[in-house]
């Protein structure tokens, strides 16, 4: 029993993990701007779709493809950021979140064009096949790769927010943007550096997720939901937060499909909803 | 038929719509089915394929009246769109006949349209059992998921195979497949060792994988919708190794059809299938059809059982305009369709004239690759099996 609960917690690891790397730039760019993405899902396709390419026509290894994948999206975040996204980020919501689901609507547009409607797949290298025995319980060892993959990027990425001169930035602009204008912080570059990397993340998780998500046009709208509730959930702005959602929706998914498969994702939809309740600010948000 | 019967259809179609048909126009066949979205992939245009593949054969040119298709999208199985499409291509498209649908909700809803106008309607896919009851002028050149999977388990139990984990989604053609499937079984005093169904919007099987682990079955019979679900299932279960702790995985065909093992290469290697359509048939109307299709398929893809359906819809269609010397008369062309047999790609078939349903042989295939390609080797051949999977 014990052995099967522990298999069916690292499962729900490995799926937060994703689901962790995909939605933590959305967190900052919504903490720092207020700024609703909803078309960061493509950025995750943008860099799935890139693996899959740099595997397929340009013959690269996996391992080799994933970095590839993070610059891909993270260049096309940049251009994005400068080109369209900053000239909304004084307007109202409604305008924002028409803007986004427009652009969110052109990657999948654009997704169809250039690889068809069907969905893609990647051959992993052999040393990612098979299982690997722990605590008494089978897991994948693409499953413990991705967690020990996801586990060392949010340790770089708690370094860079704690300890760096750009974390700092980032952490005072999302506190008080005014403050920061006033003490010489160029807001709008801070923006620019976060959306970056945000969306190479968001590319990375993509990559990654071909093998357990899936990779398909529909990408972004279908995970739509999974990144604006761990980012709501978390609480904006944060790096903890969506790493703490992310967890928590991963593992209960996996294992109330697992213990109550009768219920389907009721279990995990119940659960935001009372978390939301009870902390109507998200888990480590504050109110504004 | 009665004279003043002939008037008073004359009147009806007059009072439809609005202008007595021409017999020398085109014959036109208006096709609901998914042209965007994520059904498209193996939805609309394989359809359209296989129905050019099937002009490509036999000529665009029936009794003097030249086949015009006209599309209409619908992406999703939403039942008011369908019923829409339909009305248009009744009452402004003119169409002497209706046809496709991967879904049988959008079915069921321009069904109603069919049985009201009395247009003659070809179902291209849609294998929910019993839907037909309720269309007098609609026939199915498909299948049902009842007449493809109680043969699988037929099979199973002739080989001994014990324990069978059954693994469905969540939605009517799934109930029925597991139906079908743990009726037969229950049949040889087998019993299921466990049974799933799956939410349709399952990404991560991984939790599921584990209860049939828990449960150490001899096999596991998975219908799941032929899209992402199935691709990321037998994945999930190549990644669990199931297949080389000695778990034998028995599929719904749709399962494996050509778009879907292509992606998943090597993965879906060995699976065993039931299913009615195979593009490796060996018969010369197969490998005629399975040319002509190439030539219309994105990448030369080989056809699925959706495009047969489509092939088989147009050999119904030009028998009946042949038989009426260029005419469609609504009664006429059911009384022809009910009795029709004849050599499809996927073999011998013919219909049943009570259900309206097509009587096939269901073949057992095995997954391999073939000079280069994935193909379902047919090797054991279930004959005259009915719509309720009855031989």
Redesign the interface.
């Known amino acids: 029993m014990l052995a099967?609960f522990i298999?069916?917690v690292l499962?729900g690891i490995?799926?937060a993990s994703l689901l962790f790397l995909i939605s933590v730039g959305l967190s900052v760019t919504m903490g720092l701007m207020q700024f609703a993405n909803l078309a960061h899902g493509a950025f995750a396709m943008a860099g799935g779709y890139m693996c899959v390419y740099a595997m397929q026509a340009l013959g690269l290894s996996y391992l080799a493809a994933l970095p590839i994948a993070f610059l891909f999206s993270m260049v096309l975040g940049v251009i994005l950021e400068r080109l369209l996204y900053r000239r909304l980020y004084s307007a109202s919501h409604l305008a924002q979140v028409l803007f986004t689901v427009g652009l969110l609507y052109l990657s999948m547009g654009l997704a169809v064009l250039l690889f068809?409607?069907?969905?893609?797949?990647i051959?992993l290298p052999p040393f990612l096949?098979?299982?690997i025995a722990m605590f008494g319980t089978?897991l994948?060892v693409?499953?413990a790769f991705t967690i020990i993959f996801v586990l060392i990027v949010a340790l770089g990425l708690a370094f860079v927010v704690r300890w760096t001169r750009f974390g700092a930035r980032i952490r005072c602009s999302v506190d008080n943007r005014a403050a920061a204008i006033g003490i010489g912080i160029d807001v709008d570059k801070v923006m620019t550096y976060a959306f970056a990397l945000g969306s190479g993340l968001a590319g990375v998780g993509g990559a990654l997720g071909v093998?357990?998500?899936?990779l398909?046009?529909?990408f972004p709208l279908?995970y739509l939901a999974y990144f604006l509730l761990i980012v709501v959930v978390g609480g904006a702005g944060s790096f903890i937060g969506p790493l703490f959602a992310a967890l928590v929706v991963g593992v209960v998914?996996?294992?109330?499909?697992?213990y109550a498969?009768?219920l389907?994702?009721f279990t995990m939809y119940f659960l935001m909803i009372a978390l939301l309740l009870i902390f109507p600010h998200g888990l480590v948000g504050r109110a504004r | 038929m009665s004279a003043t019967f002939r008037y008073r259809a004359l009147t009806l179609s007059v009072l439809i719509f609005g202008a007595i048909p021409a017999i020398a126009d085109d014959l036109k066949i208006g096709l609901i089915a998914p042209f965007s979205g994520p059904s498209s992939d193996a939805g609309g245009p394989e359809m359209e394929s296989g129905m050019r593949a099937y002009l490509k054969i036999h000529g665009d040119t029936v009794a003097g009246r030249k086949i015009v298709i006209i599309r209409k999208d619908a992406p999703s199985p939403a039942p008011d769109v369908a019923r829409r499409l339909a009305q248009e291509l009744v009452t402004r498209d003119k169409v002497d006949v209706l046809a496709g649908h991967i879904f049988t909700p959008t079915a069921i809803a321009a069904g109603q349209v069919s049985t009201q106008a009395k247009v003659p309607m070809l179902i291209m896919n849609a294998a929910t059992s019993g839907i037909l009851a309720k269309m007098p002028y609609t026939a199915r050149a498909s299948f049902t998921l009842a007449q493809t999977t109680a043969p699988l388990a037929r099979w199973a139990n002739k080989n001994g195979i014990k324990r069978v984990f059954t693994v469905v989604a969540d939605y009517a053609p799934g109930i029925d497949s597991e139906t079908a499937f743990l009726q037969e079984l229950e049949k040889s005093g087998n019993s299921a060792a466990g049974s799933i169904r799956v939410p349709l919007d399952t990404i991560d099987f991984a939790s599921y994988i584990r209860r049939i682990q828990d449960t150490q079955p001899g096999a596991v019979f998975a219908f799941l919708p032929a899209s992402d679900q199935a691709k990321n299932f037998i994945k999930a279960f190549r990644e669990a190794g199931l297949d080389k702790a000695g778990v034998r995985l028995l599929a719904e065909g749709g399962m494996v059809h050509p778009a879907i093992s292509m992606t998943l290469d090597d993965d879906a290697i060995g699976t065993v299938s039931s299913h009615h359509y195979s593009d490796d048939h060996q018969t010369a109307v197969n490998a005629a059809f399975v040319a002509a299709f190439k030539t219309f398929s994105p990448g030369g893809r080989a056809p699925s059982y959706i495009a047969v359906g489509a092939y088989d819809a147009m050999e119904m269609l030009f028998q009946a305009v042949k038989m009426q010397e260029g005419k469609l008369d609504p009664d006429r062309t059911m009384q022809i369709w009910r009795e029709m047999a004849w050599e499809s790609p996927r073999g011998p078939v013919r219909f049943d004239p009570a259900s309206r349903d097509i009587v096939q042989n269901v073949y057992i295939r095995k997954l391999e690759r073939k000079n280069g390609a994935l193909v379902n080797v047919e090797f054991e051949t279930f004959a005259n099996v009915d719509d309720a999977g009855r031989q």
């Not at chain 1, 093998?211 to 899936?214: D, E, F, W």
């Not at chain 1, 998914?253 to 697992?258: E, K, L, P, Q, V």
């Open positions: 099967q298999g069916v499962d490995a799926y068809g409607p069907g969905a893609q797949a051959h096949q098979g299982q089978q994948s693409f499953r093998q357990l998500m899936g398909d046009p529909s279908k998914d996996t294992a109330g499909r697992y498969p009768v389907g994702s």
